[in-house]
């Protein structure tokens, strides 16, 4: 396996399932980010961890739920979610969270539909 | 304030044809990074070229080139010699202290490879 993976690829579930969206990334990075994407408006920054420290808490509802229990992996558990957030999730890593300079790299996204 | 800006909600262009995809950025910041991506129907974010607020030469990477234009604080995209699979959706995103270090994103150019 090369670079950011995620799991699934797509998510279908009822308003009261609980589940968990899973990234992995296989570049030696120490930061990782969770964003939602909705139709027709821009990334929204979700959570960041930095060396398993979360460093970034956008307003996201308790809803959701990270966790990151080690530098290469990623977890976002999803309980009780409104059809709204219905989008696809996209999981990044970078080498770390502190120049301008850090680029992140990409998985391929979890499409997410909450009937 | 916006902080960047992608002025073409979409872009048909003829296969073979290079295509300049526009952005403009806002910093107060005299360090920061510009990114490009790209996004296909498929939905992942893939990386393409980046442009340090430092560097002296444009950035190229293959048939993509970043015309930098630091007083207009411009930062154009360049592919040369498109291709049917260039089509996707383009974001250009900066990076700053401002921001602490996350990825400010544009709302995206849709680019459509006419054959």
């Known amino acids: 396996e090369t670079g950011v993976t995620q799991t699934p690829r797509h998510l279908v579930m009822g308003m009261t399932n609980k589940k968990s969206l899973k990234c992995e990334q296989h570049?030696?990075?120490?930061?990782m980010y969770w964003y939602k994407q909705s139709a027709k408006k821009p990334l929204e920054l979700m959570f960041v961890?930095?060396?398993?420290?979360?460093?970034e808490n956008n307003s996201v509802p308790s809803r959701f739920s990270p966790e990151c229990p080690n530098s290469s992996h990623l977890f976002l558990h999803l309980h009780t979610l409104q059809p709204e957030d219905s989008a696809l999730y996209l999981c990044?890593?970078?080498?770390?969270?502190?120049?301008?300079?850090?680029?992140?790299?990409f998985g391929p996204g979890t499409r997410l539909t909450v009937l | 304030a916006q902080k960047i800006t992608q002025t073409q909600p979409g872009m048909f262009v003829q296969e073979k044809e290079a295509v300049t995809l526009d952005c403009t950025y806002d910093?107060?910041?005299?360090?920061?990074?510009l990114f490009w991506y790209k996004q296909p129907s498929s939905g992942e974010m893939i990386f393409l070229i980046y442009?340090?607020?430092?560097d002296q030469q444009n950035a190229t990477e293959g048939r993509y080139s970043l015309n930098f234009q630091k007083a207009r604080k411009s930062a154009n995209l360049v592919i040369s010699a498109s291709q049917l699979g260039d089509s996707a959706m383009y974001f250009c995103?900066?990076?700053?202290?401002?921001?602490?270090?996350?990825?400010?994103w544009g709302a995206g150019t849709k680019l459509i490879i006419k054959p």
């Open positions: 990044a890593s970078s080498q770390d969270q502190d120049s301008s300079t850090d680029t992140q790299y």
């Open positions: 570049l030696g990075h120490n930061a």
């Open positions: 961890y930095n060396f398993k420290e979360q460093t």
């Open positions: 910093t107060s910041d005299p360090s920061y990074g």
């Open positions: 442009q340090g607020s430092y």
């Open positions: 995103a900066m990076s700053d202290r401002d921001s602490n270090y996350q990825l400010i």
